[in-house]
């Protein structure tokens, strides 16, 4: 069962139309795989075990030709999912059971999905490691003593450890891409409004998106092609052709493209010298694949003022109800967070908008002369599960408990598409993952970009034996 249990979505669809495999046994093997691993990883905080059998044997009973029929997808415990228990990592939730499905998961069930169950975060997603007082902290599946990163890290373990083909994560300063790079496995953040967010607290900010996870470019590409599109309750959505993702993964050439390489941003942040070089090496194997490589980087300067600013901003909106009536059951780094949005006049939120717009323009520039951004997702590998953030880089102290994830936060501000694709491991064993931006709506051209390298470097995506696989 164990080899089901790491098939891709899109093997497990199209043996299902054969008939050689039914959607009721993938489930069990994922169960399988829950049951025997998920007691020591904790990815999975809730399991829907008889909803999700009963949804099975239906779709094994009673065949379509839904593009996601009868495939296991793991939600993430900030996602809104009706009739099963959702607490945001928060003690203030911890029983809280929705009336109604989030829009994404009422489209994964639209094309046949199968939802297994609730993947943890840390309390209200705010950190890069995933661990709450709900549930507790969840551990990587390639060195459980070691982070899975945040705050999608339950979906990014639950994918790795072969507990569900493709789970939905969120991500604003890095969400999806940091677990996904720390393990092994594909994270897609994509234009703001692409993927629709239903219900949503700022549905004019564009800064947080929700999206897909999986274990290769073509299952990610799979599932954006279903979540995708327009609905009047999501304010920046819009149309999109969905097919041009799956075409774009069954014809991946990049003979021509322009990419710009940068191991840090222009000196963003320092960045493990290791993860550098083997994120170099893989975007070089881009070039041998015909793309044209050249060392240059966008000027991100004023991105602190930045991520400051929003990052605070959201916190007041999200979450200053839940700190007046509830700071004492709250973790003291999310009230941290808070408070020093709490702080923030109109003058300092103003300033780092404007920075904002700057950096924007900077950076819609120097992508005009390049069709992707290559760099390293993380300028870490993973710390101890125990750390809540990493303090120093290659000797380095940080300035604050953000920058370490700035790689990603830069990104995020600029509302560009970016895919994070595992391209090596350390000498440790450790997955590295590779950040693939692309140029404004442009996810196809990522997509493409990402799938060939993907078949070029040929990584494993499944961890040791020690580690989840038997």
Same mark, same amino acid.
């Given at each position: ?110 094309? %046949? ?14 950190? %890069? ?8 902290a969840t551990r990587n599946p390639w060195n459980p003593d ?107 050439v990049v003979s021509g493209t322009r990419i710009a390489w ?81 702080a923030l006049t109109a003058p300092m939120i103003a300033a ?9 323009? =900077? ?69 590295? %993952? ?27 995506? =499944? ?8």
């Amino acid at each position: 069962m164990d080899d089901l249990a790491f098939a891709d979505a899109g093997d497990l669809v199209a043996r299902f139309r054969a008939g050689d495999v039914s959607p009721s046994e993938a489930l069990d093997a994922c169960l399988e795989r829950i049951d025997a691993v998920d007691p020591l990883l904790n990815a999975y905080v809730t399991v829907d075990r008889e909803a999700a059998i009963a949804a099975a044997a239906e779709a094994t009973a009673r065949p379509s030709g839904r593009p996601l029929h009868g495939v296991p997808v793991g939600i993430k415990d900030l996602t809104e999912t009706a009739g099963v228990r959702t607490t945001y990592g928060s003690r203030i939730y911890a029983d809280h059971v929705p009336a109604t499905d989030a829009l994404i998961v009422a489209r994964l069930r639209a094309a %046949g999905a199968i939802i297994l169950g609730k993947t943890n975060t840390p309390e209200f997603g705010a950190g %890069g490691n995933t661990f709450n007082d709900v549930f507790g902290a969840t551990r990587n599946p390639w060195n459980p003593d070691l982070t899975c990163g945040g705050s999608s890290g339950g979906s990014a373990v639950a994918l790795a450890a072969g507990m569900s083909p493709l789970a939905e994560g969120s991500d604003l300063g890095g969400s999806l891409r940091t677990p996904a790079a720390f393990c092994g496995v594909v994270g897609f953040r994509t234009t703001a409004g692409l993927v629709p967010v239903w219900p949503d607290s700022l549905p004019f900010d564009g800064l947080a998106v929700t999206g897909p996870m999986a274990r290769s470019v073509a299952d990610c590409a799979l599932m954006l092609s279903v979540v995708a599109g327009p609905d009047d309750r999501a304010p920046l959505s819009y149309p999109v052709d969905t097919a041009a993702f799956t075409d774009a993964v069954a014809q991946p050439v990049v003979s021509g493209t322009r990419i710009a390489w940068t191991p840090d941003l222009g000196g963003l942040l320092p960045v493990d010298p290791e993860i550098a070089a083997i994120c170099e090496c893989a975007v070089r194997a881009l070039e041998g694949l015909g793309g044209r490589v050249t060392d240059a980087s966008p000027d991100v300067s004023g991105l602190r003022e930045i991520v400051n600013a929003t990052r605070g901003l959201s916190m007041v909106v999200d979450h200053a109800d839940h700190h007046a009536e509830h700071r004492d059951v709250m973790q003291p780094g999310l009230v941290g967070n808070i408070e020093q949005g709490l702080a923030l006049t109109a003058p300092m939120i103003a300033a780092g908008l404007r920075r904002r717009a700057e950096l924007w323009e =900077r950076v819609a520039t120097f992508m005009a002369g390049f069709d992707l951004l290559c760099l390293p997702t993380v300028a870490v590998r993973p710390f101890p599960v125990e750390q809540a953030y990493p303090t120093a880089i290659a000797g380095v102290p940080l300035a604050d408990y953000t920058q370490w994830f700035h790689l990603t936060y830069a990104i995020t501000v600029t509302g560009l598409p970016a895919l994070s694709l595992p391209v090596g491991f350390t000498a440790d064993g450790l997955p590295v %993952g590779l950040q693939i931006v692309g140029r404004h709506r442009d996810e196809a051209g990522v997509l493409r970009a990402a799938a060939a390298l993907e078949r070029e470097l040929a990584i494993t995506r =499944r961890p040791p034996r020690a580690y989840g696989s038997r």
